[in-house]
């Protein structure tokens, strides 16, 4: 090989490997999922397929998902989003949460509400109240966000989200219509 070349090789391989270790987060990320406690993580079609909230999906629609979603990996203790208390507000998070493993709880009104891949709560949307209150993991976990214009596409083209959606729908409406001194 020529010297000049291996010079060119020499100068230019730092930049190379720099460029291929960085991984920024997507720039339409809210802040909050963009905190060093999240990054990006790769949805592989064979695990979707066996997590509750995909579980009656065709191969086609899972690979669609996949297609139309983010996937993070997240620390315990991670703010994965907020509720500013303005759910239908344009600048609110309206995309939707799906726990693909570990855990996480709600933190409203000074109480945490934990929730499993397979519990009611395994899915989340910051419009499912007007109050304010956080999503926050509760141990090493893998979160999906699905932003809304997609979602509403899934759920127009059948995708089987229904019992899960309705369970999550009950479960949120007990938990923020409460009276503070029934929430425990």
Known sequence: MKPSILVACAVLLPFLIAACDAKPPSPDAPAATRSTNMKPSVTYLHLLKHTPFFTSLTTEQLRWVIAHSHEWEAQSGT???QCDGNAHHTSSDHGMWILLDG???????QQSYPAGHASAGKWFSATVTDQS?????TEHSYVMKIERTDFDVMLEQGFAFDSHL??????YSEL???PADLVK
């Open 79 to 81: 703010v994965v989003t």
């Open 103 to 109: 855990g996480w709880q709600i933190e409203y009104r």
């Open 133 to 137: 209150c956080r999503l926050v993991t």
């Open 166 to 171: 309705d369970a999550g729908r009950r479960y």
């Open 176 to 178: 923020f219509t409460a």
